[in-house]
Nanobody, 116 residues
């Protein structure tokens, strides 16, 4: 069974930076896409960034130029470097990994709070 585990959420002032990490355990699993989603209070979950094994990267328009996603293929980890944080970035951030069979696995989330 695959269980992504996020870490790195915290309270930070506007303009600050945070780095989120996600470790996706699972013996003999190879993940096609790893990424980050977020859900703010009262809003639907939305895509933040994804990283495909082939190398492509995809970002939400709202985070382009501020957030960077990266992967450690050997460790099955994915990171999200978040710079120039804004209060509207406040949300629970979820790690998502998609196996080669197309199955989605979700972490339990890590809270990012950006104060103004």
């Amino acid at each position: 069974q695959v269980q992504p585990v996020e870490s790195g959420g915290d309270l930070v002032q506007a303009g600050g930076s945070l780095r989120l990490s996600c470790a996706a355990s699972g013996r003999n699993f190879s993940f096609n896409v790893m990424g980050w989603y977020r859900q703010a209070p009262g809003k639907q979950r939305e895509l933040v960034a994804t990283a495909a094994r082939a190398g492509s990267r995809n970002y939400a328009d709202s985070v382009k130029g501020r957030f960077t996603i990266s992967r450690d293929y050997a460790k099955n980890m994915v990171y999200l470097q978040m710079n120039s944080l804004k209060p509207e970035d406040t949300a629970v951030y979820y790690c998502n990994v998609k196996s080669d069979m197309g199955t989605d696995y979700w972490g339990k989330g890590t809270l990012v709070t950006v104060s103004s």
